[in-house]
């Protein structure tokens, strides 16, 4: 089974930080894009950033300039390093990863994590 973990969600206040990982684990050969997503209460998931597995990079205009996302391929990890976040930004985060391959052959064509929390206020 593959399994993605996130980390690193909480409270903050306006103008803050955090950093949110990702670990894959499964006895994992080989994945593609890593991503995040996330949805707000009454909103439908929403892209947020995604990576591939070349390192290009993509990210929602709300996030722009103030997201970085970045991945540790060693790891099999995703992270998400959010600045001057607003609270709009309050939302469950979600892990994301496609096409991936287990050791054992097993392919999944994407996998999600169960979320971590973020919320910004004062």
């Known amino acids: 089974q593959v399994q993605l973990v996130e980390s690193g969600g909480g409270l903050v206040q306006p103008g803050g930080s955090l950093r949110l990982s990702c670990a894959a684990s499964?006895?994992?050969?080989?994945?593609?894009?890593l991503g995040w997503y996330r949805q707000a209460p009454g909103n439908q998931r929403e892209l947020v950033a995604i990576i591939t597995s070349g390192g290009s990079t993509n990210y929602a205009d709300s996030v722009k300039g103030r997201f970085t996302i970045s991945r540790d391929n060693t790891k099999i990890a995703v992270y998400l390093q959010m600045d001057s976040l607003k609270p709009e930004d309050t939302a469950v985060y979600y892990c994301?990863?496609?096409?991936?391959?287990?050791?054992?052959?097993?392919?999944?064509?994407?996998?999600w994590g169960q979320g971590t929390l973020v919320t910004v206020s004062s």
């Open positions: 994301y990863a496609d096409d991936v391959w287990r050791c054992t052959g097993s392919y999944y064509r994407e996998v």
């Open positions: 499964g006895s994992i050969r080989r994945l593609g894009t």
